[in-house]
Structures are given as C-alpha cells and as structure tokens.
C-alpha cells in the first residue's frame, strides 16, 4: 500500500552544521511532496514544496532534493539554529495526501 | 490576519459525552480540512469540506460528524466520545486556485476519560 517514511525518527545535529532529514515514499504517482515543521504544541507550518516535475527546490536556508528513481525525498536545512529544533514531517499527494510520522530534530551548543 | 484558529485549546470529556470543536479561518479559503494526530502515526484526514455547504469523509471518520455552514467555519462533532478519539485534532484550510498548501491552526488537545 502507499505509506511514507522517514528514515530516523531522532537527528541530533550540532548548531551551525547542516541538517538533513530524509524521507521515503512508495506511491510513484504522488505528484506533489510538502515538508511541514511542527514545534512543540504547535500545528505543522508549511516550509517548502516540490512537484515531481522538478528534483531541487530552494528556499530560505532549505532545500528539498526528490529522487523519483528510489521514490526519496529529502529536506536540508542550512547552519541549523536553535530555531530550528522541531518536529518535521513530509506529506506526499497522490490521489490523496498521506503525512508521515516526522523527525525529531534536536539541536546540540 | 490570525489565520487558523481553533476552539477549545484543550478538553477533557467522560466517554459518552458530546462536543463540538470549531475552525475558523480569515483567508477565504474553499478547503477546509479536519486531522487527528496521534503518537507514533502521522495525521490521518477525518472528514474535509471543498466548500460551503459541503463536507465528505477522509481516512477515519467514524465516530466524527461535521458542517461547513459558512465558508470561514468547520466543525467537527463527537456525539458519543470514546477513549480512541483521545487525540490531538488539526483544522486546515487551502486555497486550491492558488496554492496547495494547507495552512494548519493550532490544535486541540482532548482526552477522554
């Protein structure tokens, strides 16, 4: 069946290097993948799009590659800040939009 | 704009009690949608609406009753509530002619005993 994945449920990550947080899909006709930030007792905030007719999207110190080859997705986070410490999952829209289970992000001093 | 919001920020209900949460949103957006999130599983669809007057059921909507009658409102009902509807509950809303981003209110934790 259709499902998405992360790879870790937990990146540790020191402030100031790069954070790179990974996702599976299995639905090779999703069209449309989002990642969304959920901060503690907070709702998911939208961060970056990518459609499957692009495989690299830039935005503000993000980046999401998609590789529909191995159906992955992955959202890379430039000199990550204190800020940046969350929940984050990627949602994936096929003939429905499926959300996945997230990533702890904990950021080390 | 206050974007998402959503009544009450937190309840506790005996099983068998009745509730309503409600959704508001200023953007004036077509979509509106309803999601639980539970520990370990990503957000799961309990019913949304693709505009006023109009709701349809999403992945888990039993037990879940709904009504779209303004477009800036959606409520989500529980006639009956069961210790399996302890959740945290989303609203969202999108505006599909120019975006597919849905825009995510704050939650509503609820625990029923």
């Known amino acids: 069946g259709e499902s998405v994945g992360l790879h870790l449920p937990t990146l540790s990550v020191q402030e100031g290097d790069n954070s790179i947080i990974n996702c599976a899909y299995s639905n090779s006709a999703s069209d449309y993948f989002i990642w969304y930030k959920q901060e503690s007792g907070k709702g998911p905030q939208f961060i970056i799009d990518?459609?499957?007719?692009?495989d690299k999207r830039q935005g503000q110190r993000v980046t999401v590659l998609l590789n529909k080859t191995v159906k992955h997705l992955s959202l890379q986070i430039a000199a990550t800040q204190p800020g940046d410490s969350a929940v984050y999952f990627c949602a994936e829209r096929g003939d429905k939009i499926i959300f996945g289970k997230g990533t702890r992000l904990h950021i080390l001093p | 704009n206050a974007g998402v919001t959503q009544t009450p920020k937190f309840r506790v209900l005996k099983t068998g009690q009745s509730m309503t949460l409600l959704c508001a949103q200023d953007?004036?957006?077509?979509?509106m949608y309803w999601y639980r999130q539970d520990p370990g599983m990503g957000l799961r669809l309990i019913h949304y609406?693709?505009?006023?007057?109009?709701?349809a059921k999403g992945e888990v909507p039993d037990g879940y009753n709904v009504s779209r009658l303004k477009k800036q409102n959606f409520l989500l009902g529980l006639e009956s509530a069961a210790p399996s509807q302890t959740s945290v509950y989303f609203c969202a809303s999108s505006d599909p002619t120019s975006s597919e981003t849905q825009y995510f209110g704050p939650g509503t934790r609820l625990l029923v005993l």
């Open positions: 990518i459609r499957s007719n692009m």
């Open positions: 953007m004036n957006h077509e979509y």
């Open positions: 609406s693709v505009g006023e007057g109009t709701t």
